[in-house]
């Protein structure tokens, strides 16, 4: 079961640009921890075969977003290093 501060996390999620105030302000806040912090924890709620259960539509878009950027990364450290745009030069 998901706890209530994992389903909240959720909740901002499907709706954090609605508020006013700037989003790391919003989370320090809400769940009295900072950024990294809080994007570490929603890493591993999204892990939780519970969170799914909870919003499957929060929880697929994040962690398609999570992927896009690991591949971004990972695409980024191959153009590195084979000496591409950004990696070395002759």
Not at 3 to 25: G, I, K, V, Y
Request: net charge negative; proline share 6%.
């Amino acid at each position: 079961m998901l706890s209530e501060r994992h389903a909240a996390m959720l909740d901002f999620e499907r709706s954090w640009w609605s508020n006013t105030e700037p989003r790391d302000q919003v989370i320090r806040a809400r769940f009295q921890c900072s950024p990294d912090e809080y994007h570490t924890e929603l890493t591993t709620v999204l892990d939780d075969p519970a969170a799914m259960e909870h919003d499957p539509l929060v929880v697929r878009r994040l962690v398609r977003l999570r992927l896009r950027a690991r591949k971004l990364r990972h695409d980024d450290a191959e153009v590195a290093s084979s000496g591409g745009p950004g990696g070395q030069h002759a």
